[in-house]
């Protein structure tokens, strides 16, 4: 068996080794179990077995932008504060201090996306 205390590294490189082979042998299974002949009507896309019913290419309203702004800031919101939380009693009142500038910047942009409508149910 691999001693992986010796060098940190050597973990890091296992799992990319690990990683390049899972990605190779999906493709490959995917190319080997994928289909072999190709047609206008099967490369067409499809909604629940109908055809598509609207235009994809067409420009999106700001609205749905700042939307997908506001379910970015929280979900970086929650990946760096469960872990801040669940440790905070280990950081002490540093850790606390610490976290405050980044909170300052999300409720920075809570508050523009406030002001401007985003949050509004209508």
């Known amino acids: ?12 490189l296992v799992l990319i ?3 390049a082979g899972f990605l ?11 289909p072999k002949s190709y047609s206008k009507i099967k490369d067409e ?3 629940c077995g109908t ?7 067409g420009r999106h309203g700001a609205r749905f932008y700042l939307l997908a702004m506001t379910f970015i800031i ?9 872990p801040w939380a ?13 976290m405050l ?5 999300l409720a920075v942009g809570l508050v523009y996306e406030a002001r401007r409508g985003v949050l509004d149910v209508r």
């Open 24 to 34: 190779a042998s999906t493709l490959l299974v995917g190319m080997w179990l994928g």
């Open 86 to 98: 669940v440790n905070l009693k280990q950081f002490g009142p540093a850790g606390f201090w610490a």
């Open 17 to 19: 080794v690990l990683a």
């Open 74 to 82: 929280f979900d970086v919101e929650i990946v760096f504060l469960y």
């Open 1 to 12: 068996m691999l001693d992986l205390t010796l060098n940190p590294y050597l973990a890091v």
């Open 101 to 105: 500038p980044f909170l300052g910047l």
């Open 45 to 47: 896309p499809f909604e």
């Open 51 to 57: 055809a598509g019913s609207a235009d994809v290419g």
